[in-house]
Each structure stands twice: as structure tokens, then as C-alpha cells.
T-cell receptor, first 116, second 112 residues
Framework: GAVVSQHPSRVICKSGTSVKIECRSL??????MFWYRQFPKQSLMLMAT?????????EQGVEKDKFLINHASLTLSTLTVTSAHPEDSSFYIC????????????FGPGTRLTVT | GDSVTQMEGPVTLSEEAFLTINCTYTATGYPSLFWYVQYPGEGLQLLLKATKADDKGSNKGFEATYRKETTSFHLEKGSVQVSDSAVYFCALSERAGTALIFGKGTTLSVSS
């Protein structure tokens, strides 16, 4: 089946530093990837949609300069949290859509970010 | 805009009990509907889906029927197991390729 990986699974960083999270589709080409944020015991909130080779589309209220998204290839998208602050601590989840199964999204296992 | 409302949890059941988790949606068009499951410490997994009215999605003993007249997609299982303990999310997609809109999730705990 379609597998999506995320790296790292957990990261702790100091306030003011930047962190990069990778999302890879391992056995399919992902024309579109989505980045979600999940707060404890809450639902997933869509942050942005990225299409390969073009700029990401951010949801209202999401700072594009703080959450940099790059979708440079059909199998890799990255989310960089710049100048991280404790309030950025969260669970970040990516999902990927294959052109062959447009109704389905395949989710990565998530990345737990803790900013101290 | 489109939205998904699912019953608040947590839901606590004994093994072999019947499970229903209610989910209703608001959408302008004809969305596809999904149930995802998140086991402790893991990512979301697609449990089942339905892409048009009256479709029934089923998987691992779970079922849900797309009811356009009541805008509902309730999840059911006849006999739950301890291994079903997880968080269940109802979601919709307006059309193929668009992002999912999730409900808040329902935590299910099954005890033996």
C-alpha cells in the first residue's frame, strides 16, 4: 500500500531556532501534499496545501513566513518552522495524494515538535 | 463553509459491546466521507470511505453508510475488541484532491 514517512518523529529545539520536517511518499508519486497541525486531544487543522513545483497555499491564519513549505519533488515535501517559539510545540502531520487515487490521502506518522 | 461534527468522547465500552459513533456534516456539494483511526502513538489510517449517497463503507467489522437525507455518516461495529481502542475521526473531502475537513475526534476505550 501507499506509505508516507516523516522525519524526524520527535524533535526538541530551543526557542529561536529553526526546525525542518520532511515528508516522503515512499512508493508513489505525490502530486499534492498537505500539512496539518494537531493539538492535544483536538482535531487536525489544515495548515497548507503544497503542489509539486509550485508555491504552497496557506490556510487563513497560518504565517507563511514562519512555516516554510517546499515541495521540490514528487516524493518529498518539507516544512520548516522558523524562529520557533514554545507555542509552536505541536504534532505536525503530513499527508500525500496520489494522482491515481484522488479521493484518498495517505498520512505520515507525524512529528512531535517541542520548543523549549 | 463545510464542517464535520462528531459525538464527543470519550466512549468507554466493554469488549463485545455494540459501537456507534455519530457523525454529521455540512457541505454545499456532494462530498466524499471518511473515517480515520489513530492508534496511540501512530499516524492516521483510513478505516473506510464512501464517495456517494447510500454507499456503505466497511472494513475490519466497522461500517458506515452515507446518508444524504440526514447528512450523516455514523460509524458502527457490532462487537468491539480491546484492540479497537483508538481515536476515530470523521472527515469529508469536497471533491477529489482537496484537503480533508476533520471532526474533533472521538476517543474509544474498550476494556476486557
Amino acid at each position: 500500500g501507499a506509505v508516507v514517512s516523516q522525519h524526524p518523529s520527535r524533535v526538541i529545539c530551543k526557542s529561536g531556532t529553526s526546525v525542518k520536517i520532511e515528508c516522503r511518499s515512499l512508493d508513489f508519486q505525490a502530486t499534492t501534499m498537505f500539512w496539518y497541525r494537531q493539538f492535544p486531544k483536538q482535531s487536525l487543522m489544515l495548515m497548507a496545501t503544497s503542489n509539486e513545483g509550485s508555491k504552497a497555499t496557506y490556510e487563513q491564519g497560518v504565517e507563511k513566513d514562519k512555516f516554510l513549505i517546499n515541495h521540490a519533488s514528487l516524493t518529498l515535501s518539507t516544512l520548516t518552522v522558523t524562529s520557533a517559539h514554545p507555542e509552536d510545540s505541536s504534532f505536525y502531520i503530513c499527508s500525500a495524494r496520489s494522482v491515481h487515487t484522488p479521493y484518498e490521502q495517505y498520512f505520515g506518522p507525524g512529528t512531535r515538535l517541542t520548543v523549549t | 463553509g463545510d464542517s464535520v461534527t462528531q459525538m464527543e468522547g470519550p466512549v468507554t465500552l466493554s469488549e463485545e459491546a455494540f459501537l456507534t459513533i455519530n457523525c454529521t456534516y455540512t457541505a454545499t456539494g456532494y462530498p466524499s466521507l471518511f473515517w480515520y483511526v489513530q492508534y496511540p502513538g501512530e499516524g492516521l489510517q483510513l478505516l473506510l470511505k464512501a464517495t456517494k449517497a447510500d454507499d456503505k463503507g466497511s472494513n475490519k467489522g466497522f461500517e458506515a453508510t452515507y446518508r444524504k437525507e440526514t447528512t450523516s455518516f455514523h460509524l458502527e461495529k457490532g462487537s468491539v475488541q480491546v484492540s479497537d481502542s483508538a481515536v476515530y475521526f470523521c472527515a469529508l473531502s469536497e471533491r477529489a484532491g482537496t484537503a480533508l475537513i476533520f471532526g474533533k475526534g472521538t476517543t474509544l476505550s474498550v476494556s476486557s
